[in-house]
T-cell receptor, first 111, second 115 residues
Framework: AQSVTQLDSQVPVFEEAPVELRCNYSSSVSVYLFWYVQYPNQGLQLLLKYLSGSTLVESINGFEAEFNKSQTSFHLRKPSVHISDTAEYFCAVGGSYIPTFGRGTSLIVHP | KAGVTQTPRYLIKTRGQQVTLSCSPISGHRSVSWYQQTPGQGLQFLFEYFSETQRNKGNFPGRFSGRQFSNSRSEMNVSTLELGDSALYLC??????????????FGPGTRLTVL
């Protein structure tokens, strides 16, 4: 079995400030890890994913996440956020079981 | 390439009725999955269809069913609606190498309200 915990339901931050959205997972087998983003009234879109290889993965819009096996974490970071980053972010774990999603973290960027 | 489309976008039903939701995957994608999204439970996996066969199933009662057609389009049916079925129903398609590892491409969802 596997599970995902997103520790913060809401993260408010000012524009141009750095942000970290936390994700911890539990799984008894090797995992694949995903971050999805959901903008209002839209479906989820893949932001980035870790399958194997380098533990640091990056997205095209400045987000990055690091797979930490010892801490079973896959935190999402961005050094400088924009208003347009305001959205719901979901961490998900796959690999050997049906994808399991976290409850989501609402990132609210204030001007 | 067109994205995943879902119809209708909004639906209002009353308890006891049944409802059918439709999903058209991205061209070339053979796997279609369905999820229920609610504020209380988050995103929960319903089932996945591949080549007109249910390949994976989540932990939902038999009132929730689905099917897939030869063109990969999928429908989801919920019978005997309950108030707790009110949710955003998301459809996702993928290339179908494996549901467990593929990137999933989501549609905008169907917002179902049960009165």
């Amino acid at each position: 079995a596997q599970s995902v915990t997103q520790l913060d339901s809401q993260v408010p931050v000012f524009e141009e400030a750095p942000v970290e959205l936390r994700c911890n997972y539990s799984s008894s087998v090797s995992v694949y890890l995903f971050w999805y983003v959901q903008y209002p009234n839209q479906g989820l879109q893949l932001l980035l994913k870790y399958l194997s290889g380098s533990t640091l993965v990056e997205s095209i819009n400045g987000f990055e996440a690091e797979f930490n096996k010892s801490q079973t974490s896959f935190h999402l970071r961005k050094p400088s956020v924009h208003i347009s980053d305001t959205a719901e972010y979901f961490c998900a774990v796959g690999g050997s079981y049906i994808p399991t999603f976290g409850r989501g973290t609402s990132l609210i960027v204030h001007p | 390439k067109a994205g995943v489309t879902q119809t209708p976008r909004y639906l209002i039903k009353t308890r006891g009725q049944q409802v059918t939701l439709s999903c058209s995957p991205i061209s070339g994608h053979r796997s279609v999955s369905w999820y229920q999204q609610t504020p209380g439970q988050g995103l929960q996996f319903l089932f996945e269809y591949f080549s007109e066969t249910q390949r994976n199933k989540g932990n939902f009662p038999g009132r929730f069913s689905g099917r897939q057609f030869s063109n990969s389009r999928s429908e989801m049916n919920v019978s005997t609606l309950e108030l707790g079925d009110s949710a955003l129903y998301l459809c996702a398609s993928s290339l179908a190498t494996s549901l467990f590892t593929d990137t999933q491409y989501f549609g905008p969802g169907t917002r179902l309200t049960v009165l």
